[in-house]
Nanobody, 126 residues
Framework: VPLQASGGGLVQAGDSLRLSCAAS????????MGWFRQASGKEREFVGT????????QYTDSVKGRFTISRDNAKYTVYLQMNSLKLEDTAVYYC????????????????????WGRGTQVTVSS
């Protein structure tokens, strides 16, 4: 499932951005979608995830209350709304897909995801 993330850019601290990730391959099977990020010199880390149904979301503690994941299955697209951005949010953001048979599960670990997008750079300046 080819993925393409977009929406990154250079913003100031406190600003907002919305990332999008479109799956260009079509599948009727459920899949979990997730967002990860990787700052320079650091390992890729979990940001948030959303179940196929959209009913379940989870976030890493550092973004809770600021980031929101949503999805539009008709468009095969997941979104990451990022508000109140901080300097430490600077990273390359990746979207990913995890196959599943359950419409109400989420995934938090890198190895649980089958497909990855190329990433989009988010830079937050002071």
């Amino acid at each position: 499932v080819p993925l393409q993330a977009s929406g990154g850019g250079l913003v100031q601290a406190g600003d907002s951005l919305r990332l999008s990730c479109a799956a260009s391959g079509r599948t009727s099977s459920p899949y979990v979608m997730g967002w990860f990020r990787q700052a320079s010199g650091k390992e890729r880390e979990f940001v948030g995830t959303i179940s196929w149904s959209g009913r379940i979301t989870q976030y890493t503690d550092s973004v809770k209350g600021r980031f929101t994941i949503s999805r539009d299955n008709a468009k095969y697209t997941v979104y990451l709304q990022m508000n109140s951005l901080k300097l430490e949010d600077t990273a390359v953001y990746y979207c990913a897909v995890a196959s599943t048979y359950n419409r109400d599960v989420v995934r938090r670990r890198v190895y649980e995801y089958n497909y990855w997008g190329r990433g989009t750079q988010v830079t937050v300046s002071s």
